[in-house]
T-cell receptor, first 117, second 113 residues
Framework: AQSVTQPDIHITVSEGASLELRCNYS??????LFWYVQSPGQGLQLLLK??????LVQGIKGFEAEFKRSQSSFNLRKPSVHWSDAAEYFC???????????????FGQGTTLQVKP | EAGVTQSPTHLIKTRGQQATLRCSPI?????VYWYQQALGLGLQFLLW???????NRGNFPPRFSGRQFPNYSSELNVNALELEDSALYLC????????????FGPGTRLTVL
């Protein structure tokens, strides 16, 4: 079955420090992968996505992620965190039935990022 | 360009009542997706509408239903509300110009008393 695991429920980093949020997926073929960010009580904002091609993808707000097929991972990184980055981050995989889109995103449980001044 | 809009922002109902939530997608997007984000349960896929048809539904009872209108906007109806239906309901859009990427709205917070 397709699944997404975010091993870290909560992470605290100091402002200006680097950040890496982990995401592992279970999927048979090349997955469609996404990272979203959610501020309290708000909807989800797309940070970046990977469908194919270059395994290092750039997103908004200075975020990037690297797809590693051998490790079934799609970790999110940022070189220098700002206080405004404090939020909940979700990794998701687009569920497919064979080559057909099911319309369903499978989400990880989320990682809450706290930024210390 | 306007993003995905949802109404109402908040909705308070009592057990047994019906709730109707609305979603307007980004112009040019033909699909609407609904998700439930309940405390402790994470984000769960509810329904997918494309070109006016229901294409897929998640593991939810039939009292969760909806429809998509010719202008691609969508309604989610929840009948016979139960306390555990209290959640943030998120609508996303995609398809055609949006491709396989889902763009989310701000959500409707449903509280069932």
């Amino acid at each position: 079955a397709q699944s997404v695991t975010q091993p870290d429920i909560h992470i605290t980093v100091s402002e200006g420090a680097s950040l890496e949020l982990r995401c592992n997926y279970s999927y048979g073929a090349t997955p469609y992968l996404f990272w979203y960010v959610q501020s309290p009580g708000q909807g989800l904002q797309l940070l970046l996505k990977y469908f194919s091609g270059d395994t290092l993808v750039q997103g908004i707000k200075g975020f990037e992620a690297e797809f590693k097929r051998s490790q079934s991972s799609f970790n999110l990184r940022k070189p220098s965190v700002h206080w405004s980055d404090a939020a909940e981050y979700f990794c998701a995989v687009g569920a497919r039935l064979g080559s057909s889109n099911t319309g369903k995103l499978i989400f990880g449980q989320g990682t809450t990022l706290q930024v210390k001044p | 360009e306007a993003g995905v809009t949802q109404s109402p922002t908040h909705l308070i109902k009592t057990r047994g009542q019906q709730a109707t939530l609305r979603c307007s997608p980004i112009s040019g997007h033909t699909s609407v997706y609904w998700y439930q984000q309940a405390l402790g349960l994470g984000l769960q896929f509810l329904l997918w509408y494309d070109e006016g048809e229901e294409r897929n539904r998640g593991n939810f009872p039939p009292r969760f239903s909806g429809r998509q209108f010719p202008n691609y906007s969508s309604e989610l109806n929840v009948n016979a509300l139960e306390l555990e239906d209290s959640a943030l309901y998120l609508c996303a859009c995609g398809g055609l110009f949006g491709g396989d990427t889902q763009y989310f709205g701000p959500g409707t917070r449903l509280t069932v008393l």
